[in-house]
């Protein structure tokens, strides 16, 4: 089965080289596509000698970017991946191989360690306790990382959710869509780390942003009649 590795990447010049070094090293990734979504710094140049990339004019979100790279790649199963992993990237195999032993139609990376590459503070979990409960509330099932960017799944699962969420909700509207439709999802335990945004003001806009997203992609995948 071809597994195609896609990382959406946005300002990410500092850690891209390492995250795309340690997935060029993973064996069974036959294709590896950057998708530089409207960088500002040096992402393109630094990715380029370790991947194919793909770059968009402007910022247009990460669903967005994951949405134009599906469709300059073609496999049967895709690893989704943060462009800023660094060498933590080197597990991400561990979410493709419960799928090709067909024990699982997605994985998703359950970060059960501290996640901050730069050992500070995550944020409060707000976020992701609000995505959880949209997601039990909608699927009946718990998921206790519904919003991790690294996860691995089946073309037929894409093929059958259609078209990713653009914004930050990308995450939340895809484990949401692919219970809906029946397949299986298994969280992978996994020792990842990357960047913290903190507690701070930056940090806290960020998370304001990303829970109004996500509060919008549970709102829209209740519209398309994914829930009980």
């Known amino acids: 089965m071809k597994v195609a590795a896609l990382i959406p990447a946005f300002n990410e010049e500092d850690r891209i080289g390492q995250t795309l070094a340690a997935v060029a090293a993973l064996e069974g990734i036959h294709e590896i596509l950057v998708i530089d979504d409207g960088s500002t710094d040096h992402t393109r140049s ?30 049967d199963v895709y690893l989704f991946l943060d462009a800023d992993l660094g060498s933590t990237a080197a597990l991400a195999y561990e979410l493709v191989r419960p799928i090709l032993r067909d024990q699982a139609d997605m994985t998703i990376a359950r970060f059960d360690t501290e996640q901050s590459a730069q ?18 509330c909608l699927t009946g099932r718990n998921v206790s990382s519904p919003l991790s960017g690294q996860r691995a799944l089946k073309a037929v699962v894409l093929e059958t959710v259609g078209d990713l969420f653009e914004g930050f909700g990308v995450e939340v509207a895809l484990t949401v869509g692919a219970l809906h439709n029946g397949f299986r999802i298994v969280e992978v335990p996994l ?26 992609a549970l709102w829209q995948c209740y519209r398309r009649g994914w829930h009980l």
Do not use: E, P, W
């Open 191 to 216: 020792a990842m780390q990357h960047r913290a945004y903190g507690r701070g003001l930056r940090g806290l806009r960020h998370r304001a942003h990303q829970g109004l997203q996500v509060l919008r």
């Open 46 to 75: 630094a990715a380029q000698c370790k991947a194919r990339v793909l770059r968009l004019d402007r910022n247009q979100g990460k669903g967005a970017a994951l949405n134009h790279g599906l469709r300059n790649v073609v496999a």
């Open 119 to 136: 050992q500070g503070k995550m944020g409060f979990g707000t976020v992701r306790k609000i995505a959880s409960f949209g997601v039990r």
